[in-house]
């Protein structure tokens, strides 16, 4: 049974958020941190410092690398739009641009700074903007120009290289954001670069190897966005070995680097809460922190401070759901299902998971009651066929999961056979297999599973939808799915009900709602109109959507645990035409909903079908 599981994507995805430049929110979209007026309070002093309303201004001119902290600060709070906009103007304005990245007036005419490159490229990426083209200068290209055949990014310019363990940290987070990836020997350059203690030194090279709580907070963050569990681990041991009884880290006390531990603890999944109470109970009336506690307020130490109060980390920030196009819309498909469920599943799941859950092909009788596994046990549902473990599968599989980790298979051996089993056996993987004689047993045994769920909602087993929109709303309410004989109770299900009179029950669909008529109904007069009916129950005010094929189980059962993460409905279409039912939801949310995920390839949605989901959205046509 499910007792405690690890800390969700869920609560991941919950208080994650990135937002385009030209589409900054001006309130919060989640309860961040210990207390949101703390969080408030720190955004407002943010915002106060800043030179012009656009940046923070030094002694000899604009502080780049301190506006870009504030930055950050503002995107894992959530506050200040409209400053947030201002300040990453500036940041990107072409002047910006070349006197923060590349040095000029003074430096060489081809210079470029690595953690200059690095920390803006990873800042506009998370922010949703093109991090190829930034003030005149492809960020991407430039820091790749700067690697050495060693593996390390080093700076190019007249006054000689000072890059460092930071630099090359940052540097795997922006590539890793971006998509591109660090190439093998960047990622095992800074790997090199860990001393005895698990810790990191600030520079390369350091004798004898003094590990520094700011290096190893970032690179630890790097280590785990590139899957180097071990140095990871040891990296985290390191920084829970030195924080003090307080919940802080320097001799004295030093904001800065508690906040920076803080935000990789988060990543590492460990417990913040003394850290989080330790800033809280620093911070000033005006709102700001001290680089050490008793002193003013520091604009820098409440920059570094704030993601970890917000509970953010560069990870959240990174893997959270993004605006991946300019309207908000966002196809994910391959050649075939079993190729769309695992682009389903790097999306959802850019580095790993807590499990995955597998399902047969060809059929969606045990796998409609699979979604509330995948997500309470923070994991992507893939599919795969009856007979033998399919190559690609496994090797999304071990992308996600380590050796020792636990796979589960919806279904007995006539869903998934013992040789797909055996050879996830064989690949290091403990086996969990979830089923009943027949579909509706299935459902019971996985509600079982998940441990005396308190949602129940009902479906018909006979078809797909109606459990497809009901999956996504249990799998983000902790709920479990159970199986209708069409419009007729079944006595599995039947049973499992009598020994939890407690649970609150939802029938979903008309047949469920005849098989189980003392469970509250939730239907509409079709297949499209009963999913919107689920949106309109289950998710108000939903940041994103969900969009697959109405007659095609296969993109919608994988969709479903996406959308579950994004606190997203479920809605069906046709292939080239919107139902009404759904198009009309699309308007009723659309000025709330910051994007769309479509499951399938044009043949599944077509583009047509596509720009009319962007276009409700936005609006236009409703």
Known sequence: MIRSPRRSRLSILATAFAVAATALIATPVHAVGPDATVVEAASSYLTAQLTDGDHLEGEFGPQYGPTADVAYALLAAGFEGATLTDVLAFLTSEESVD??????????EDAAYVGATAKLGLLVTIAGMDPHDVGGTDLVETLQSLEAESGRYEDRSSFGNFANIFGQSFGLLFLAAEGTGASDAAIAALVSAQCADGGFPETWDSDPCESQVDATAVALQALIMTNQRDAAADAADYLVGTRDDEGAWGEPQNTNSTGYAGMALLTADEDVEVTQDFLVAIQNEDGGLPISPGEDSDPIATAQALPVLASESFETLITGPRIPTPDGIERLWGPGRIDTAIAISQRSFPRQAGTVVLARDDDFADALVGAPVAT??????????????????????????????TVHLLGREEALSEDVANALKAAGYIVVRLGGAHRWETSVVVAEYLDDPQLLLLATGAD????????????????????????????????????????????????AARAYPQAEDVFGEDRDATAVAVGERFFAGPAYVGVARRDLFADALAGSIQAALLGAPVLLTAVDEV????????????????????????????DAAAATVAERLAGTGC
């Open 99 to 108: 006197a923060y990245v590349h040095g000029q007036p003074f430096d060489q």
């Open 376 to 405: 309470i046990l923070d994991g992507p549902l893939l599919l795969n066929p009856t007979s033998a473990l399919h190559d690609d599968v496994l090797a999304e599989i071990q992308r996600l999961l380590p050796e020792g980790s």
């Open 464 to 511: 797909f939808p109606d459990a497809m929109a009901a999956g996504a709303a249990a799998g983000a309410n902790a709920g479990a799915v159970l199986l209708t004989a069409g419009s007729s109770p079944h006595p599995s299900v039947s049973a499992y009900l009598d020994e939890h009179p407690d649970a609150e029950l939802v029938a979903v669909g008309g047949p």
């Open 579 to 606: 139902p009404d039912a759904t198009a009309s939801y699309l308007c009723e949310i659309g000025g709330d909903v910051r994007g769309a995920a479509i499951w399938g390839g044009a043949d599944a949605v077509s």
